[in-house]
């Protein structure tokens, strides 16, 4: 936030900036809970885009309920590898079927964060198209005083 002034009047020559930043006026809590629930999200680079943003404190920290899902993957694939690794030692390591098991709750835990990235990221295109008709319909065609085109807007 030190230098949120200079970094924003810097970034707002940008218009993927400020499309960027009617999404997060727009719905600042769902952006960030969803792509903190999506598992490629670089969370330091997302850390530095909301600094920046328009983004509340209260819906910045809320959204990282988002995280929940991916870290408890991580604590259940970590958590099983380590059982199996102490049935290994004790002798029970031959047991097949706590080895299945394991393996498709593992499977069945990733598919479901790899569910969830694409219906968030589906999401997330559903309110960016959102932003660009809420930029449209508040500037119409005084856009391009704001320095947007029309075809500016088009962000894949």
Not at 46 to 64: D, E, F, Q
Not at 85 to 112: F, M, Q, W
Request: charged residues 20%.
């Amino acid at each position: 936030y030190i230098f949120k002034s200079s970094v924003h009047s810097w970034m707002s020559k940008s218009t993927k900036f400020l499309f960027i930043n009617e999404v997060v006026k727009l719905k600042g809590f769902k952006v960030v809970f969803l792509l903190r629930l999506s598992p490629v999200t670089p969370y330091g680079l997302l850390n530095y885009i909301m600094g920046v943003t328009s983004v509340s404190l209260k819906h910045y920290v809320m959204g990282h309920l988002g995280m929940v899902p991916d870290a408890t993957l991580f604590c259940l694939v970590g958590a099983s590898i380590a059982s199996l690794s102490k049935l290994n030692e004790a002798g029970i390591g031959s047991d097949k079927t706590v080895l299945i098991i394991t393996i498709v709750l593992t499977v069945i835990a990733i598919v479901g964060i790899v569910y969830m990235g694409i219906k968030s990221k589906r999401e997330l295109m559903r309110i960016a198209e959102s932003a660009k008709q809420s930029m449209r319909h508040l500037h119409g065609s005084n856009m391009h005083l704001i320095g947007i085109e029309k075809d500016e807007l088009d962000i894949d």
